[in-house]
């Protein structure tokens, strides 16, 4: 008996990826957005992303897009949630893999160009109507990162290599959106043994040079929450 065609047997919906792109800039969380090139939606703000390519997982595809509109790679990503409502797409049955990156902002290098669709940083407060349903996957990424910075070390994908016990405060309060308590923070911070001090201090500006730390780990891991 012959085998049936698989691709006549059952549907293929096509399928994206869209990437939340976070960063810190002027003491302010923003979210890489670009204008699209294309119907639907032409010319309208929306995440990054694009059709997976043939032989590609769709985290191939979120590190493609990250590369093309964000040009960066070795950042943290992570898979977010498949959005697949059956009329979230004009053109009609299209899924989204969606994926989050948190990416220091002296790593992002952002070619505005017609080819790229004009990638621009917009803070999180001040996001444009979103094209498609992208602004349930902006949501959702927004509230996934500030659940993780509070049980995970993902503070680090936001800081630099080293950094003053400020600027990490900095990176929670800005992602959490509240301020923290500069003595509690560093005592419960200090607690979990996730950073240790170096043997530099800041430099330049008005205030006194502070001691610089560094994570003992950049690789993502879990711990007790302590927000």
């Known amino acids: 008996m012959p085998e049936k065609n698989i691709q006549k047997e059952y549907f293929n919906p096509g399928v994206t990826v869209d990437i939340a792109i976070f960063t810190i800039e002027d003491g302010a969380l923003k979210m890489l957005v670009v204008n699209r090139a294309h119907e639907p939606f032409k010319g309208a703000p929306a995440l990054p992303g694009g059709f997976i390519h043939e032989g590609e997982t769709s985290r191939d595809t979120a590190l493609r897009v990250l590369a093309d509109k964000a040009g960066v790679s070795g950042v943290y990503v992570e898979q977010l949630f498949t959005f697949d409502a059956l009329d979230r797409d004009p053109r009609g049955q299209i899924m989204s893999v ?27 407060s001040a996001l444009p109507k979103l094209a498609f349903d992208h602004q349930s996957i902006a949501s959702y990424a927004l509230k996934r990162v500030q659940d993780k910075i509070q049980y995970t070390n993902i503070a680090y994908s936001l ?14 309060e800005t992602v959490l959106g509240k301020k ?18 170096t043997k530099k201090k800041s430099s330049g500006g008005r205030q006194r040079p502070a001691l610089l730390y560094k994570f003992m ?7 007790r929450r302590f927000f």
């Open 98 to 124: 969606a994926y989050f990156a948190l990416v220091p902002r002296d790593q992002i290098h952002i070619h505005t160009e017609a080819a790229t669709e004009n990638p621009s940083l917009i803070t999180i």
């Open 159 to 172: 800081l630099p290599k080293s950094f003053s016990l400020s600027q990490l405060q900095s990176v929670y």
């Open 217 to 223: 780990k950049t690789m993502p891991s879990e711990l």
């Open 180 to 197: 923290l308590d500069k003595r509690n923070f560093r005592k419960k911070f200090l607690q979990l043994d996730l950073i240790r001090a």
